[in-house]
Antibody
Framework: QITLKESGPTLVKPTQTLTLTCTFS??????????VGWIRQPPGKALEWLAL???????RYSPSLKSRVSITKDTSKKQVVLTMTDMDPVDTATYYCARRPGGFVGDGFDNWGQGTLVTVSS | IQLTQSPSSLSASVGDRVTITCRASQVISSYLAWYQQKPGKAPQLLIYAASTLQSGVPSRFSGSGSGTDFTLTISSLQPEDFATYYC?????????FGGGTKVEIK
C-alpha cells in the first residue's frame, strides 16, 4: 500500500521560510522513473504545481517560484522536503505531496498525501 | 502551457452523460491526465495519457483527445461523482493544471 503524508507548520509569519516534509511508504524513490512532487491549492482555487524530484535527483521547479523553492530527498528515510522562502499571505494554501510513478508515457500523480493547510499571517 | 477547462461548472442529474473539455495552448500529444477532487480531500487520478483509465476507476469514466483538445466523459453520472475535475498536462515543464470544472447536483 502506497501512502504519503505531509508534515510541517500550520502557521508561518510573512517573510519566514516554510519547510514541509513528505514521508512516504510503499515505494522507493530509488526506482527508475519515480518522482515525488509538491502541489498546492489556495482555499477555493485551482491546483498549482510547485516542484518535482526524481529518483536520479533530477529536480524541476515552477518558474514562477523557482527563486524561492527548493526540493530535496532522503531516499533512506523515504522523505522529500520542500523549502519555500520569503512566505507571503498569498502563499496560504493546502500543500500536497504526490507520487509520479514513471514508466508510463503521459502519467500523472497517482498517489497523493492528505494535504496540509499552511496559513501565512502575522 | 495553459489549460482551459470548460465549463467551469455544470449542474446535472444522476444518470446524465457529462462531458468536460480541456484545451491546451499548444500541442501536448496525449500527455494529459484527469483528476477528481471532492471537498476537503486530495485529488485522485482518473485518467492518464489522455485515455488510459487508472486502476480502480469505474469504467463510466473515459477520456479522449490528442494534440490540443481533450475530453473527459462520465457516461452515467452517479451520486459519488459530484466533485471538481481538473486536467493536467505532463508534456513539458512547468506542469500545469486547468482551472477546474465543478459538477453539481441539479
Amino acid at each position: 500500500q502506497i501512502t504519503l503524508k505531509e508534515s510541517g507548520p500550520t502557521l508561518v509569519k510573512p517573510t519566514q521560510t516554510l519547510t514541509l516534509t513528505c514521508t512516504f511508504s510503499g515505494f522507493s524513490l530509488s526506482t527508475s522513473g519515480v518522482g515525488v512532487g509538491w502541489i498546492r491549492q489556495p482555499p477555493g482555487k485551482a491546483l498549482e504545481w510547485l516542484a518535482l524530484i526524481y529518483w536520479d535527483d533530477d529536480k524541476r521547479y515552477s518558474p514562477s517560484l523557482k527563486s524561492r523553492v527548493s526540493i530535496t530527498k532522503d531516499t533512506s528515510k523515504k522523505q522529500v522536503v520542500l523549502t519555500m522562502t520569503d512566505m507571503d499571505p498569498v502563499d496560504t494554501a493546502t500543500y500536497y505531496c504526490a507520487r509520479r510513478p514513471g514508466g508510463f508515457v503521459g502519467d500523472g500523480f497517482d498517489n497523493w498525501g492528505q494535504g496540509t493547510l499552511v496559513t501565512v499571517s502575522s | 502551457i495553459q489549460l482551459t477547462q470548460s465549463p467551469s461548472s455544470l449542474s446535472a442529474s444522476v444518470g446524465d452523460r457529462v462531458t468536460i473539455t480541456c484545451r491546451a495552448s499548444q500541442v501536448i500529444s496525449s500527455y494529459l491526465a484527469w483528476y477528481q477532487q471532492k471537498p476537503g480531500k486530495a485529488p485522485q487520478l482518473l485518467i492518464y495519457a489522455a485515455s488510459t483509465l487508472q486502476s480502480g476507476v469505474p469504467s463510466r469514466f473515459s477520456g479522449s483527445g490528442s494534440g490540443t483538445d481533450f475530453t473527459l466523459t462520465i457516461s452515467s453520472l452517479q451520486p459519488e461523482d459530484f466533485a471538481t475535475y481538473y486536467c493536467q498536462q505532463v508534456n513539458s515543464y512547468p506542469l500545469t493544471f486547468g482551472g477546474g470544472t465543478k459538477v453539481e447536483i441539479k
